[in-house]
């Protein structure tokens, strides 16, 4: 199945790849794996505090071109954002935006749970800290 030329593109050149620290009170990190394939992605979101606005994403994704594609587009879409409006991304924007044939949505839903999970490793630092 040919992979649409979006896809393609953030394979080849992969937004955002690389690791912020897992540690910092002002980072969330989601990691979430497919189980109908095995494919892993972690996702990392650096959160300012005070405005409540992500300033950097970064990813790393252990597998199929859709998968990576999903992971670098949504690394894209959720900087600038506040954590709420990151929060209502829908895989189905994902899959939309690459043309994702039926067999690939699950990456995308990857990517969605990837923001998700994130965002609630970040907000369960900020509780801690409260
Ligand atoms: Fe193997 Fe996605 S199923 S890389
Ligand atoms: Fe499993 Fe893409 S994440 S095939």
């Given at each position: 199945m040919p992979y649409s030329e979006k896809v393609i593109d953030h394979y080849e050149?992969?937004?955002?790849v690389g690791t912020l620290d897992s540690d910092a009170n002002d980072v969330g990190t989601g990691m979430v794996g497919a189980p109908a394939c095995g494919d892993v992605m972690r996702l990392q979101i650096k959160v300012d505090?005070?405005?409540?606005?992500?300033?950097d994403a970064k990813f790393k994704t252990y597998g199929c071109g859709s998968a990576i594609a999903s992971s670098s587009l949504v690394t894209e879409w959720v900087k600038g954002k506040t954590l709420d409006e990151a929060a209502a991304l829908k895989n189905s924007e994902i899959a939309e935006e690459l043309a994702l044939p039926p067999v690939k949505i699950h990456c995308s839903i990857l990517a969605e749970d990837a923001v998700k999970a994130a965002i609630a490793d970040y907000r369960a630092k900020q509780a801690k800290k409260a």
């Open positions: 050149h992969p937004r955002n505090d005070k405005t409540g606005i992500i300033e």
